[in-house]
Structure formats: C-alpha cells, structure tokens
C-alpha cells in the first residue's frame, strides 16, 4: 500500500471526464455528478489505481487509501444496515451499480498527532487510490446501458464507487490493467471480471512472454532491448506464480510440496507423473546400454546439392540428403533453396518448372490476402478489434525482434518493414489463430534467409503448420510436449527427476520457452539457423527437439543437484545458459540419446511412441523375459534412418574436409516491401 500523499510514478495510463455519481435519487445532495481524473502509475514495483476529482489534483490531504491496512486517516467500509438490504436479484441490476455509491460510508480513524484533516470542499472526500495487489474483482455495466462504468471489489470487499466514463471508453483501462494482473469472467456473472484466475495464468504468462515487465516478478526487464528479450524466460515462470499466489499471504506460505499443485493447476489437463513416495516410480529403471560416440560432418555444400539434382531439377535420393543435412546443416548459400524442400514449400518430387509455376500461384495468393488488410480504412479498423490487436501486437514485437542483427538494426528498416507485412498477411491466412507473442521469433531466421517477402510468408506458413498447437489458446502442443519430455528425462535419469520434484520444478515449466519457440532465445542467430535446419529433417526421430532439452538439462543436471540448486536457483541458471549452449556438442549429445534408445531391446511402449519408433516383432534370442513380464515393453524397436545412417556416416568422413564455401552477402537495402 503506498503511503498518503502526492503519487508520482511512470504513468500508464491516464483519462480525464471519469465521474462519480454521488447522489442517485437524493435531491439534497448538491454533487450528483464529481468529475475527475483516473490514473494508472508505475513506482517502486507497485502499480496504483488512483482517482481525484479535477480540482483536488493537488490537494494531498484528500486522498483516501481503499483497504482495511490503509494508512490514509479515512477508509472505504460499507455501512452494514444498507448491506444486509441488498438482495442477490437488486446486485445484477444495472441499478444496483449506482446503490453501490450509497452503499459507502467513511469511518476516522485515530490520529497520532490529534489532528483531523480538513476538507476544502464536499467532493475532495471521493479521492482514492489503491495498490493492484488489492483488487480482488471487476464489474462492468451491461452493453447499450448509457456511460461505461467499472467498478472495483477489493480483496477485504470493500466496494469502490462506480467511475463512470462520460469521454471515453473503459476498455482502455482494462487493457491497461491486463498487462499487470490475469483478469477472467467470472462463471456466475459475465460482466465481472475476476483477478488472477488460475486457469488462464499460463496463457496470460505466454501472452506476456517478451512483452513489458509485469507486476512482481522477481527477474526485472533490463534497459537493453535484446537483454530484455532473454529475461523472459524466467518471467514466464514466475509470472505463472504471482499469478496464482497473487498477494494472499497463505499462498507465499504454502509448503513446498503443495507447490506442484499450483502449477499444475495452471494448464489444466497437464498430468505429469510425480513421485508419490520415495522410491517409487512411473517407468521402470531400465539399462539402456552404452551410449555410442557420434561425430558430425561439415555443411552440405552447394556442390553437393547440384550433384543430387537431375536435368529438371528433381532432387534424387531425398533419403541421403536429408540424413546428410541432419548430420550437418547446410552451408549459407544453400539454404535460400533448401530450406523451400525442408519446410514443406516446395515438394521434393517437384521439377524446375512446376516449381516456378508454383511460386507464381502463391504469389497471387499472397498479395490479394495482403490486399485485405491493406485496404482496410481507419473507420474501419475502429469497428475491428480484433485487427486492432492484432495489428498492435505485431507493432510491438516487431520492434523488439532481434535488433542487434544487421539484418533488422535501426529505425525504417526494410526488414522490419517486412517482417510486419508478413505477420499482417499472416493474420488474414488464419484469423482464428491471428498473431500471439513469439511467432515474430518465428519469421525472423526465414525472412533473414529468404530475403524475400513471398518466399517467406509461404515458408513461415508452412513452419506456423508444425507449431500451430503452441500457439493456440488451450495450448495443446505446449501440454502435450511438457509430458512427454517429462517421460523421456525419467527414462534417463530418474534420479534427476525426482531431484527436481523435490524442488518443485518437476513439470519443467523451465522449459516452456525453449518449446514455445524451439530454442530461438537459446542460441545465437547462425547457430539457429543451423538447429532448425537439422530439425526440419525430421531425422533421427519423431520429436527430436524433446531430446535437445534431455541433452541439454543433463549437462545441466551436475551443478544442480551438487549445488542443491532450488525452483528459483534453478530456473535462474537454466535462464543464464542462453546464448551459452553449444549447438553441435548439444547435437552429438541428442542424436547419441535417440541411438541408444533405438538399441535397447525393452523400450517402454510410451517412449516408442513419442519417438515414432517401429515396432519389431521379433524377440532377441538371448531374451529371458517371460510374456506377462513383456507386457508394456517394445521388443527391438527399428528406425528407418538407423538403418542407412552408417553409410553416410562413412562418406561424410571420407569426403573433403575442406569444402568450397560459397561467399554469400545478403544485402539489406534491396529489400523493397510490396
């Protein structure tokens, strides 16, 4: 609670002609209608809702503080013979919502110094302010119902009187207050609006993943935009507790173990198996064998490229070159083609000429879609807000998207420019998804090396296909992949696991934004370049990405366990590694993990599964296991790449370890969007 007085602070929000009506149905009351000034202030890590009639702005004295620990001399308490009145059926009217001013009173509390404050007139006494951590609730008047008005519930109920907006409209403020608190409908009453609802936390911490720095995080936004962008992470996480805590001191003092539950809470359907006792676990310790040595190759060259490619542009043997780009990535100059195949664009069947017949389809398709954004009027727009949204998302991403690269650096960039057209166009190819925070993450590293505005629309589309479910609202994939790389980390290391649970991190919230995004934030623009490309093969395995993560937290899993590193030193150092990672050692380590996995004989039929490994019906001859004890077992399970991989293997070693490098300079300027 911020101390009476003067209120200064960053404002963020701020509208004049916000009344208060006094007096409904009171004739003797001379200040029906109070006009004032609301504002929203940023200070010290508090936000303050604070309204003022116009000519008490710079009266001090006036000011009450809502809440029962308030330090102003006068507090907000409802009067307890007009509350007993209110009937349930009069609180849902809109009637209800001017009785609520009647329904105020003002209590003195004791001063210290024996001195009461003096009022210069009847309208200073409506002055308030409260701190966000308060409010406990939101009602909004009914659609078509004369002014908008909200009116704010406090955590100990007090009421607030109406603020109706005679000048503007109130949705403002609610947006405005959305970047701070989760804000819900509630179940019983649509027109109010509950604070920090459980089940949209994790939605709101990913809609808030780079966004402004929210209320009460421990990690705080830096000055430099990019350094910004990397503490994030952790903000995601623990907005996902303040979220849930919010300011109930019941809620900081939960034991440890209640924690899981929190978070769990925060995804529903998210069901991670946790140890229920020590010792016990949900897969079965099994020895997977000797993890085999495995060594990369360099790029594949454009040289290359050419050799496997027939007189009208067929690329022969598919198979070989994408187990060659998995072991290498692509050399630069190549992957302006390449990746049109690996994303899906271009078929890998198709020849020279359907492929330029292809583009010009597409890009028909592309600029008459563009069309319909571009053509909208203002006045339209109005009357969209969906497109308003959407457009001032895109806005405010596309400033921040990776600024340090060349490629976006200063102000009316092309690429820039670009990269905001795209995202437009993008909205109008699928409405219902739209734009949410980090799919410009997304289109960055394609446009970067596209250098072309259809080709990358058309290759991002193709991307948004595979990431579609991380981005929806229900957020399927993100539920989906947090159980399963839970799945996978206890089959390596069960131990580990139980360590993290122990802390309180067993559901890998830590590892939200390196799914959300694949790693974008993790690793240097090239070397992702280089990880994405690898992944787009689809080789070695289905969800290869969630083997990344195993290889990344096992070189982690040392220094956390011997430094007995708890939920917030944890998500603290996994935020730190970013930029750090080594993306070929992480590669060897992933691809090593899929090998090993592939050779063991009792693979549990969830981790086949997940990998997308076959099944072989053949039974090993040594195999002593008895049939009931088989069950839920997969016997040798096969992959077709392992199959074909040591040739490959074999003339990757043989071939020159000096490759001609094809000297590319993307130039910026000739950039031109349409």
């Given at each position: 609670?911020?101390?009476?007085?003067?209120?200064?602070?960053?404002?963020?929000?701020?509208?004049?002609g916000?009344?208060i009506?006094?007096?409904f149905?009171?004739?003797?009351?001379?200040?029906?209608?109070?006009?004032?000034?609301?504002?929203?202030?940023?200070?010290?890590?508090?936000?303050?809702?604070?309204?003022?009639?116009?000519?008490?702005?710079?009266?001090s004295?006036?000011?009450l503080?809502?809440?029962?620990?308030s330090?102003?001399?006068?507090?907000?308490?409802?009067?307890?013979k007009?509350?007993?009145?209110?009937g349930?059926e009069?609180?849902?009217?809109?009637?209800?919502?001017?009785?609520?001013v009647n329904?105020v009173?003002?209590?003195?509390?004791?001063?210290t110094?024996?001195?009461?404050p003096?009022?210069?007139?009847?309208k200073?006494?409506?002055?308030?302010l409260?701190s966000?951590?308060?409010?406990?609730s939101?009602?909004?008047?009914k659609?078509?119902?004369?002014?908008?008005?909200l009116?704010?519930c406090?955590k100990?109920?007090?009421i607030?009187?109406?603020?109706?907006?005679?000048q503007?409209?109130s949705?403002?403020?609610?947006?405005s207050?959305?970047?701070?608190?989760?804000l819900c409908?509630?179940a019983?009453?649509?027109?109010?609006?509950?604070v920090?609802?459980?089940?949209?936390?994790l939605?709101q911490s990913?809609?808030?993943?780079?966004?402004?720095?929210a209320?009460?995080?421990?990690?705080?936004?830096k000055?430099?935009?990019?350094t910004?962008?990397?503490?994030g992470f952790?903000k995601?996480t623990?907005?996902i507790?303040?979220?849930?805590?919010?300011?109930?001191?019941?809620?900081?003092q939960?034991?440890?173990s209640?924690?899981?539950?929190f978070?769990?809470?925060?995804?529903?359907?998210?069901?991670?198996?946790?140890?229920?006792?020590?010792g016990?676990?949900v897969i079965?310790?099994?020895?997977l064998?000797?993890?085999?040595v495995v060594?990369?190759?360099?790029?594949v060259?454009l040289?290359e490229?050419?050799?496997?490619?027939?007189?009208e542009g067929?690329?022969?043997?598919v198979?070989?070159?994408?187990?060659?780009i998995?072991?290498?990535?692509l050399s630069?100059?190549?992957?302006?083609?390449?990746w049109?195949?690996?994303l899906?664009?271009f078929?890998?069947?198709?020849?020279?000429?359907?492929?330029?017949?292809?583009?010009?389809?597409?890009?028909?398709?592309?600029?008459?879609?563009?069309?319909?954004w571009?053509?909208v009027?203002?006045?339209q727009?109005?009357?969209n807000?969906?497109?308003?949204?959407?457009?001032?998302?895109?806005?405010?991403?596309?400033?921040?998207?990776?600024r340090t690269?060349?490629?976006?650096?200063?102000?009316?960039?092309?690429?820039?420019?670009?990269?905001?057209d795209i995202l437009?166009?993008?909205?109008?190819y699928?409405?219902?998804?739209?734009?949410v925070?980090g799919?410009?993450?997304?289109l960055?590293?394609?446009?970067?090396?596209?250098?072309n505005?259809v080709?990358?629309?058309?290759?991002?589309?193709?991307?948004?296909?595979q990431m579609?479910?991380?981005f929806?609202?229900?957020?399927?994939?993100?539920?989906?992949?947090?159980?399963?790389?839970?799945?996978?980390?206890?089959?390596?290391?069960?131990g580990?696991?139980s360590?993290l649970?122990?802390q309180?991190?067993?559901y890998?919230?830590?590892?939200?934004?390196w799914?959300?995004?694949r790693f974008?934030?993790?690793?240097s623009?090239?070397?992702?370049?280089?990880l994405?490309?690898?992944m787009?093969?689809?080789l070695?395995?289905?969800n290869?990405?969630?083997?990344?993560?195993?290889?990344?937290l096992?070189?982690?899993?040392?220094?956390?366990?011997e430094?007995?590193?708890?939920?917030n030193?944890i998500?603290?150092?996994?935020?730190?590694?970013?930029?750090?990672i080594?993306?070929?050692?992480?590669l060897?380590k992933?691809?090593?993990?899929?090998?090993?996995?592939?050779?063991?004989?009792?693979?549990?039929?969830a981790?086949?599964e997940?990998?997308?490994?076959?099944?072989s019906e053949?039974?090993?001859?040594?195999?002593?296991?008895?049939e009931?004890?088989?069950?839920?077992?997969?016997?040798?399970?096969?992959s077709?790449?392992?199959?074909?991989?040591?040739?490959?293997?074999?003339?990757?070693?043989?071939?020159?370890?000096?490759?001609?490098?094809?000297s590319?300079?993307p130039?910026v300027?000739?950039?031109?969007?349409?």
């Amino acid at each position: 609670m911020a101390a009476a007085g003067v209120v200064s602070g960053k404002i963020i929000y701020e509208q004049e002609g916000v009344y208060i009506h006094s007096s409904f149905g009171k004739a003797n009351d001379q200040d029906s209608l109070i006009s004032g000034t609301l504002r929203v202030l940023e200070k010290d890590a508090e936000v303050i809702v604070d309204w003022r009639p116009l000519d008490d702005a710079l009266d001090s004295s006036s000011i009450l503080h809502a809440g029962k620990d308030s330090s102003s001399v006068v507090e907000w308490t409802q009067a307890p013979k007009e509350r007993a009145h209110r009937g349930s059926e009069r609180l849902n009217s809109y009637e209800a919502e001017w009785d609520m001013v009647n329904t105020v009173s003002f209590k003195k509390k004791p001063h210290t110094n024996g001195d009461a404050p003096s009022h210069r007139n009847g309208k200073s006494k409506w002055s308030f302010l409260f701190s966000l951590t308060d409010l406990k609730s939101i009602k909004q008047n009914k659609e078509g119902m004369g002014w908008s008005y909200l009116v704010f519930c406090l955590k100990d109920d007090v009421i607030l009187p109406a603020l109706h907006f005679h000048q503007g409209d109130s949705k403002l403020l609610i947006d405005s207050l959305e970047k701070y608190v989760v804000l819900c409908e509630s179940a019983q009453d649509k027109r109010t609006l509950l604070v920090n609802c459980q089940n949209k936390s994790l939605s709101q911490s990913f809609e808030n993943l780079l966004d402004e720095p929210a209320y009460g995080l421990i990690q705080k936004i830096k000055k430099d935009p990019y350094t910004a962008t990397m503490v994030g992470f952790s903000k995601v996480t623990n907005y996902i507790f303040d979220s849930l805590r919010g300011s109930d001191p019941s809620a900081h003092q939960r034991p440890p173990s209640e924690m899981a539950d929190f978070l769990s809470d925060a995804i529903p359907g998210l069901k991670i198996n946790q140890q229920e006792e020590p010792g016990f676990e949900v897969i079965t310790r099994i020895d997977l064998g000797e993890r085999p040595v495995v060594q990369r190759r360099e790029p594949v060259s454009l040289e290359e490229w050419t050799k496997n490619i027939d007189s009208e542009g067929r690329i022969l043997n598919v198979d070989n070159m994408k187990q060659m780009i998995f072991r290498g990535g692509l050399s630069h100059a190549l992957r302006k083609q390449a990746w049109k195949f690996l994303l899906g664009y271009f078929p890998w069947d198709s020849t020279k000429e359907e492929r330029t017949e292809l583009q010009k389809q597409k890009t028909d398709e592309y600029f008459r879609m563009k069309l319909q954004w571009k053509s909208v009027s203002e006045e339209q727009e109005k009357r969209n807000s969906r497109l308003r949204d959407y457009r001032s998302l895109i806005e405010k991403d596309v400033n921040r998207t990776d600024r340090t690269n060349k490629f976006y650096e200063g102000q009316d960039n092309p690429g820039l420019i670009l990269l905001h057209d795209i995202l437009m166009t993008y909205c109008m190819y699928d409405f219902d998804l739209g734009y949410v925070q980090g799919m410009s993450d997304l289109l960055s590293p394609v446009l970067y090396v596209m250098e072309n505005e259809v080709d990358a629309f058309w290759c991002f589309a193709s991307y948004m296909d595979q990431m579609h479910q991380n981005f929806e609202e229900q957020m399927q994939g993100m539920k989906t992949q947090l159980i399963q790389l839970s799945t996978l980390l206890r089959l390596l290391d069960s131990g580990f696991c139980s360590y993290l649970e122990s802390q309180d991190s067993g559901y890998l919230y830590f590892c939200f934004r390196w799914l959300l995004i694949r790693f974008k934030r993790e690793f240097s623009f090239l070397d992702i370049l280089r990880l994405w490309e690898v992944m787009w093969t689809e080789l070695p395995c289905k969800n290869f990405h969630l083997l990344l993560c195993c290889a990344i937290l096992e070189s982690e899993k040392q220094q956390i366990m011997e430094k007995h590193y708890g939920f917030n030193e944890i998500l603290k150092h996994i935020n730190e590694l970013s930029m750090k990672i080594d993306v070929e050692d992480v590669l060897c380590k992933a691809e090593a993990i899929s090998l090993q996995m592939v050779k063991c004989k009792e693979l549990p039929q969830a981790v086949c599964e997940i990998l997308g490994l076959q099944d072989s019906e053949v039974t090993t001859p040594d195999s002593d296991i008895g049939e009931d004890e088989n069950v839920g077992m997969t016997s040798c399970p096969t992959s077709s790449f392992y199959s074909n991989s040591l040739p490959v293997l074999a003339a990757s070693e043989a071939r020159d370890d000096n490759p001609p490098e094809i000297s590319v300079s993307p130039n910026v300027s000739r950039l031109t969007p349409a």
